[in-house]
């Protein structure tokens, strides 16, 4: 499996993919396998600045697409049983996604909450494409931030 997966990644290394890489990536980390796309955004964007806005819209376009998995797998789960169904925490975070319907999935940019969430909106069987809509306007929006951030705090060496 580890030379599988070396011989993968060397297959997808930057920059000689560099878009096709941050896809990949992206798509990757936003469902729930931990793995973060800000790195290869950032990698990508040291070794090639001319491809700031390219790779921000690569970078969205494979996390929301990587989120609608995630609904999707939520939407399809929600015939099974949780075991904390009716606990209180449960309920009361239940209740809370309902009321804020799609735009919850604005908040899909969040580590650790952001990925699960796409998958609970699934699960309520909220509205796909208002939340396809949020999930690409809150993840967009955590790219250019954390994207102009590390640019600022690391700039280009002279």
Known sequence: ME???NQFLSLLALPQYGLSTLFVVCFISATLLPLGS???LFGLLKL???LFWPAILVATAGNTLGGVVT???G???HRVVDKYRHSNTHLKALDWLERLGPKACLLSWLPIVGDPL?????????AFWPCVLYMMVG???RYVTMTVSLLWLFP???
Not at 118 to 126: E, Q, S, T
Request: overall charge negative; charged content about 15%; glycine content about 6%.
């Open 3 to 5: 030379l599988w997966i």
């Open 38 to 40: 800000e790195p290869a």
């Open 48 to 50: 090639n600045p001319d």
């Open 71 to 73: 609904w999707a797998m």
């Open 75 to 77: 939407f399809e789960s």
């Open 118 to 126: 796409c998958g609970v909106a699934g699960w309520l069987k909220l």
């Open 139 to 141: 993840k967009f929006l």
């Open 156 to 158: 280009a060496a002279a």
